[in-house]
């Protein structure tokens, strides 16, 4: 475990996510503008299949915030899967310990 002194380093975010996190952001305002507009301001124009298209199209927004959110999620834990490999492999494997546990059995 890592000393409490010590900062932990932060991973550079990758083209695709700066990409997915904006697009995610963009679509989170939108929603969340379409939902103050629509309660508001165009309370009383939305009527019948307007009301129905309006408000769908305010659900498809959300759900493809979340869908871009997941898509992010996915992409950090492969990341965060590499660099623990990386990571178990530079400090164990490429230190030849796997050689010396060999020898220590041998005793």
């Known amino acids: 475990m890592a000393p409490a002194t010590r900062q ?3 991973l550079p975010l990758s083209r695709g996510q700066i990409v997915l996190r904006i697009c995610g952001g ?7 503008l379409m939902v103050v507009l629509g309660m508001t301001v165009l309370d009383e124009r939305l009527q019948g299949l307007q009301f129905i298209l309006y408000w769908t199209w305010c ?4 759900f493809g915030a979340i869908i871009l959110a997941l898509w992010d999620m996915l992409l950090v834990r492969r990341i965060l899967r590499r660099t623990r490999r990386e990571l178990f492999e530079r400090e164990f494997i ?3 310990f796997t050689g010396n546990l060999g020898k220590k059995e041998d005793r």
Request: charged content about 25%; glycine content about 6%; hydrophobic content about 55%.
């Open 8 to 10: 932990l380093e932060k």
């Open 26 to 32: 963009v679509l989170l305002t939108v929603c969340a």
């Open 59 to 62: 659900l498809l927004l959300t």
């Open 94 to 96: 490429d230190r030849g």
